[in-house]
């Protein structure tokens, strides 16, 4: 089994729906989760940590399930600038180890 | 601007030959890494260094040196070793080991 497991893609979706990616992770002792965007040929960019309690930024929202083991990232009114590949990122305690999920992709459409 | 430098963008190599990858960053960060990605491929971990003159093996080392003589620089080369090179190549840092890592904008190897 995967350390980091996402939704399999890609997400179509017309411009403003709501879409949702979710994560699992497999290491109960993980202890700080991300969620990133790569574009097509370039680097990935943090889009926003991942708390507990849950946390928005503006279109986007991240949750975490400690519990379940898995988080997912929900981003309402798509714009085709969402369009991109969504990278599940879990670090676990004790070390640098960063573990990044294998992406899924989001093609928005007008 | 703070940010990460990696150099050159595009990088050939020949068989048989060593390359180095270069990567620079002004964050003050004190923790750097190399990833390779492969096509539809996740990031899988070459090498991570946490303090000057420390550094450790990720998941896929072998055919791959580093150095970490300054903070500021963490070069990644290729040696011949590596048979299969070709790949996007990612530098990152981070501030400590619960803050998230910032990219450079990679390098990609092809072989000649």
């Known amino acids: 089994r995967k350390e980091v497991e996402q939704d399999p893609g890609p997400f179509n979706v017309p411009e403003g729906a709501t879409v949702a990616f979710n994560c699992t992770y497999s290491n109960s002792a993980s202890q700080s989760f991300f969620w990133y965007r790569q574009d097509c040929r370039k680097e990935p960019k943090l889009l926003m940590s991942v708390y507990s309690s849950g946390n928005e930024d503006g279109r986007f929202t991240a949750q975490l399930n400690r519990a379940s083991q898995y988080i997912s990232l929900l981003i309402r009114d798509s714009k085709l600038s969402d369009s991109a590949t969504y990278l599940c990122v879990v670090k676990n305690t004790g070390g640098f180890k960063t573990i990044f999920g294998a992406g899924t992709r989001l093609f928005v459409k007008a | ?112």
């Not at chain 2, 491929?41 to 080392?61: C, E, H, P, W």
């Open chain 2, 1 to 112: 601007d703070g940010g990460i430098t990696q150099s050159p963008k595009y990088l050939f190599r020949k068989e048989g030959q060593n390359v180095t990858l270069s990567c620079e960053q002004n964050l003050n960060h004190d923790a750097m890494y190399w990833y390779r990605q492969d096509p539809g491929q996740g990031l899988r971990l070459i090498y991570y260094s946490q303090i000057v003159n420390d550094f450790q093996k990720g998941d896929i080392a072998e055919g791959y040196s580093v150095s970490r003589e300054k903070k500021e620089s963490f070069p990644l080369t290729v040696t011949s070793a590596q048979k299969n090179p070709t790949a996007f190549y990612l530098c990152a840092s981070s501030e400590r080991d619960n803050q998230p890592q910032h990219f450079g904008d990679g390098t990609r190897l092809s072989i000649l």
